[in-house]
């Protein structure tokens, strides 16, 4: 952290805003909320988290460019959440939207506006507290692979040292494993922590949707003697996000073209309409035995086309020097290279 970071949270009183852990306390939230007098999600906005002068920081995608969030608000003399993680574990996204609507006015932050072709990017969450992926959630998925549809979501988890950025790379553990899969998916980040909430609120919990992909080495999840689903799922990298968090209130997740292409050819092409379980019933059976937190990361499932569900003699799987770029519709281009 700079010293004029420091400077602008010890003046506001949240020197303590940064636990040990690297994690966010209420200092921090409760310091937000008296700046602005409320606390919420964005609205209205693409978000992004980018690598700058060797730290992550929010950035926020506008008709001038890339918005960087920290030093807009050093110029602007405003409080703003530094990171993506700030923003979605304290809910400070009225402190957000007020720095950007000022920023897109002033002169004074032209600054902080960059062009997106020279950002590097980092995974849009850097630290959740969790990473829940649900299995087997596309009906033609499930027809493709000769499984049953299942009677509830079924659950698996990744770690953050899975989690990987747009224009980033997966350097394949081929020591360990031979069977390299895509797997594209919708992702919701939790913006609002949720505990047995019903279907009808569900939603209201998502801060916003992004593109993933839940990469898996098939011959460890599947074809070892106890079939090690983690292991398979949980290599370094394994989780590639991104570019953007577009936010809840601009997406309907129930209605969105997916796409995944390998060095061009278009390999999953379906809609988030086939999921047997939607967004609001993912989130709202999850709800009844684990807390989500704000600033959790939820993968909802792959459609059909996967490397897995065609037949012995046509899966060529993965291999270094592939390209794999993934799409949803209004959330923009996820693109990763194999090495």
């Given at each position: 952290m700079d010293q004029d970071r420091r400077d602008f949270l010890k003046g506001a009183g949240l020197v303590a805003a940064v636990a040990a852990t690297g994690g966010l306390t209420v200092q921090y939230a409760e310091g937000a909320r008296a700046r602005t007098g409320q606390s919420g999600?964005?609205?209205?906005?693409?978000?992004l988290t980018m690598r700058r002068d060797g730290e992550y920081r929010l950035g926020v995608k506008t008709v001038k460019g890339i918005l960087d969030v920290p030093q807009a608000a050093k110029l602007l003399h405003m409080h703003a959440p530094a990171t993506m993680d700030e923003l979605l574990q304290n809910e400070d996204g009225p402190s957000l939207n007020a720095l950007v609507s000022a920023a897109l006015k002033s002169g004074a932050a032209s600054k902080a506006l960059l062009k997106e072709s020279a950002i590097e990017y980092g995974p849009v969450v850097t630290r959740p507290e969790k990473i829940i992926c649900?299995?087997?959630n596309y009906r033609?998925?499930?027809k493709e692979v000769g499984m049953e549809l299942p009677s509830q979501p079924v659950l698996f988890n990744k770690y953050n040292n899975t989690l990987?950025?747009?224009?980033g790379s997966i350097k394949l553990p081929v020591v360990v494993a031979r069977k390299f899969d895509y797997e594209v998916e919708l992702v919701m980040v939790m913006g609002k922590e949720a505990k047995n909430v019903g279907e009808a609120d569900a939603l209201s919990h998502v801060a916003g949707y992004c593109t993933g992909n839940d990469f898996t080495a098939r011959d460890l999840q599947l074809e070892t003697p106890s079939k090690q689903w983690m292991i398979g799922k949980t290599p370094d990298q394994f989780a590639p996000l991104g570019p953007y968090l577009v936010t809840a209130d601009?997406?309907?997740p129930d209605n969105l073209k997916i796409e995944c292409r390998v060095n061009g050819e278009t390999r999953q092409s379906s809609n988030t309409d086939d999921?047997?379980?939607n967004c609001r019933q993912i989130v709202s059976f999850t709800s009844r035995?684990?807390?989500?937190?704000p600033g959790d990361i939820i993968f909802t499932g792959t459609p059909e086309g996967v490397i897995a569900g065609r037949p012995p003699e046509k899966q060529v799987?993965?291999?270094p020097g592939d390209k794999v770029a993934c799409s949803l519709e209004k959330l923009g281009e996820l693109k990763f290279d194999l090495v």
């Open positions: 999600m964005a609205r209205g906005l693409i978000l649900v299995g087997l033609r998925h499930a990987n950025n747009h224009n601009q997406v309907d999921l047997i379980f035995y684990i807390t989500l937190k799987w993965l291999k």
